[in-house]
């Protein structure tokens, strides 16, 4: 950030801008947005594990049809295990909503980004930086382009805040360009 002093008592910092940068519209993400997005990256990410639940049932289902062990108690523990486990994290990404030291996340921001960074404005004089290489993951969505900072962290660019439909195609490109998006 570069220091622009107004008196000599008070600094005041004014962000760098790249004047061929793709602008946005000040966006904040609704926090129900975001447990939604949380949950749906969650199970994306989790998938392969929804097959040892699967297969402690086929394998109880099989002991039971050759008599070797017959139970029915697995059934319902790995059908409470599955629902604890989803909860617990339904619970952690709604609880992140509340948490002051995440609270950064559901302000409104003006986003300007060029193929070096994105630049996160809140207001003309503060903001924060965030390089490409802090993105693990991203993907068009119906309605908007997800950047996945990490498991419970997203970056969420609606269309409708793009001011043109060539900053959608810029900031497509760029997205193409950093292997985000396929070509």
Known sequence: MAKVSVNKHQ?????????????TKKYALPTKKY?????RYFFKTQIKWALLPIALILINAILNLTDAYPNFWIYITVFVGVILYV????IQFTGITQLAQYKPMF???QYEIDN???LMK?????????????????????????LVISKGQFLYLPFSIF?????????????????????
């Open 11 to 23: 600094p005041v910092y004014q962000m760098p801008t790249n004047p061929a940068a793709v602008r």
């Open 35 to 39: 447990i939604a997005l949380a949950m």
């Open 87 to 90: 909860l617990f994290w339904l």
């Open 107 to 109: 302000e409104k921001f």
């Open 116 to 118: 070096r960074q994105i």
């Open 122 to 146: 809140l207001n003309q004089k503060e903001g924060s930086v965030m390089k490409w290489e802090q993105i693990m993951d991203a993907y068009k969505d119906k309605d908007a382009y997800v």
């Open 163 to 183: 001011t043109s439909e060539h900053d959608i195609k810029v900031f497509e490109r760029i997205m193409k360009q950093k292997n985000f998006l396929a070509a």
